[in-house]
């Protein structure tokens, strides 16, 4: 391995919206250039909770469409689809020998998921053991690194642990220890300014969103609470549409969009209209590569089908590894 790797993923739950683009996809189009990429759809997550599986292959696709669209290039990074490597699964197997039940226990998400619905006791097994499977995910590629956000800082921490024990146990320095790689965009709240984007409360922009509807949704957008009128100053510095600013309008007008909300030379309406202009600059053509996928489904099958052939291979060398090294003896090819 001649660069370090990475393993990032998404569920596929429907359209992305700004705030993945920004805080995800934005960033891991820039880490092409630097690092080996496996990027997968991360449908066999997507199955812990309930689901609609009729709509899932659709799901899947866009999802696909989405990393393609904002830039991700099948000739510098390996896509693919989870499921269409068993290999995954199997080692969250081999994994699950050397990770406790303790630390399953503690982990954030399945409490808030598990409280949401009401109870542990209607929790599948499945959403409690799936940081396994997400370490899974990234071991199996034997990935150095992992972008993510501070929401997933305990999953990779047991991702690491899983690692260490394992080589512990087996091996010594089998497993890379992955390391995080935190987006340099800020936290994108939504359009309330109150909670995380998210499209299961409607406070969002999608990625894909058409110039209409975006102006729509951007024109009600919250912004300083405590600027009730133009002629007071604002404060750049708690406003989400600022936070906005700085991940999408060039450098050289920050300053100048700082200066004119704290001045009140310029009211929220204007700012919103810049910003306007900068969102439709930064997503039209991650709309037109969207509809040109749409437009050629075979183009999408063929490239989920040799992300899926290229990560098969790397997953199934590090499978056999593994199973010598445990005892265990598995399929050939």
Known sequence: MTRKRILSGMQPTGELHLGNYLGALKNWVNLQAEYDCFFCIVDQHAITVPYDQKALPKLVDDMAISYLAAGIDPSRATVFVQSAVPEHTELAWYLATVTQYGELGRMTQFKDKTEQAGSESGASAALFTYPVLMAADILVYKATHVPVGDDQTQHLELARNAAQRFNSRFKKGFFPEPAGLYSPTPRIMGLDGLKKMSKSI????AMLEEPKPLWKKLSGAYTDPQRTTQDEPG????????RMHTALTPAERLPVIAEQC?????????CKRELETSLNAELEPVRARAKELRANPERLRQ???????????????TLREVRELMGIRGPTR
Not at 235 to 242: D, F, I, K, V
Not at 308 to 317: G, K, L
């Open 262 to 270: 704290r001045s009140a030379s310029f009211g929220c309406g204007h």
């Open 235 to 242: 404060r750049p510095e708690l406003c989400n549409l600022y």
């Open 303 to 317: 490239i989920l089908g040799d992300g899926a052939a290229t990560a098969r291979a790397v997953a199934f060398e």
């Open 202 to 205: 409607g406070n969002h922009i």
